[in-house]
């Protein structure tokens, strides 16, 4: 299957600075690339839907200011977590999908944030 | 917009028994229904998938039904091992000719005990 990796895997930060975790597919051209969070013991919480050039659109909640993604190429997006909080601290995932018949969301690791 | 229900939240089984997990969801326009089995602290692995145009599918110990009239749909693992156990989430979206967000369930943790 397809590659999507992240990085950093882990990061820990202090309280008002900001973190860029990068998601990149590795061996095919993502189109769209879906930004998700997840707290311990939870299911998935879609943030955000990025098509490459084009501005993301947010799930109701997500405050766009905070939470700023780009995805300028096929290949990578970034998720970068501005003037970071304690409360922010969480499991960010990615997933990309491509052009093609079958559109299946490729996960990338995980990105573990911790805001101290 | 979707909304996607699963149950149990915890299961607990057997090594060697059966285990099922349950699913239903509101969107009749959804046509794509995938499994993912997630470990602690890793990304989600797609372990099975359906479509709306099949009313099951396996691929060895692992079955998912459909059921489009009633919009639910099951996972159901057949001699689970020790290795089994993780996080399960089901999912639906409209596949409709381009990516579309999944909508997940809120996850079922399966513990099979040796």
């Known amino acids: 299957g397809a590659v999507v990796s992240q990085h950093p895997s882990r990061v820990i930060c202090k309280s008002g600075t900001s973190v860029k975790i990068e998601c990149r597919s590795l061996?095919?051209?993502?189109?769209?690339m879906f930004w998700y969070r997840q707290f311990p013991k939870k299911s998935l919480m879609l943030m955000a839907t990025?098509?490459?050039?084009?501005?993301?659109?947010?799930e109701q909640g997500v405050e766009k200011d905070k939470f700023l993604i780009n995805h300028a190429s096929l290949t990578l997006s970034t998720l970068t977590v501005t003037s970071a909080h304690p409360e922010d601290s969480s499991f960010y995932i990615c997933?990309?999908?491509?052009?093609?018949?079958?559109?299946?969301?490729?996960f990338g690791p995980g990105t573990r944030l911790t805001v101290t | 917009g979707e909304n996607v229900e699963q149950h149990p939240s915890t299961l607990s089984v057997q090594e060697g028994d059966s285990a099922v997990i349950k699913c239903t969801y509101s969107?009749?326009?959804?046509?794509?229904f995938p499994w993912y089995k997630q470990e602690l602290g890793k990304r989600p692995q797609l372990i099975i998938d359906?479509?709306?145009?099949?009313g099951e599918k396996k691929d060895q110990r692992i079955a998912v039904t459909l059921n489009k009239t009633a919009k639910h749909f099951s996972l159901h693992i057949t001699e689970t091992q020790p290795e089994d156990s993780a996080v399960y989430f089901c999912?639906?979206?409209?596949?409709?000719?381009?990516?579309?967000?999944?909508?997940f369930g809120s996850g079922t943790q399966l513990t099979v005990l040796p």
């Open positions: 990025s098509n490459e050039g084009s501005k993301a659109t947010y």
């Open positions: 999912a639906a979206t409209l596949i409709s000719g381009s990516a579309r967000q999944l909508t």
């Open positions: 969107d009749s326009a959804s046509n794509y």
């Open positions: 359906i479509r709306s145009n099949v």
């Open positions: 997933s990309a999908s491509g052009q093609g018949a079958d559109f299946e969301q490729y």
């Open positions: 061996d095919f051209q993502a189109t769209t």
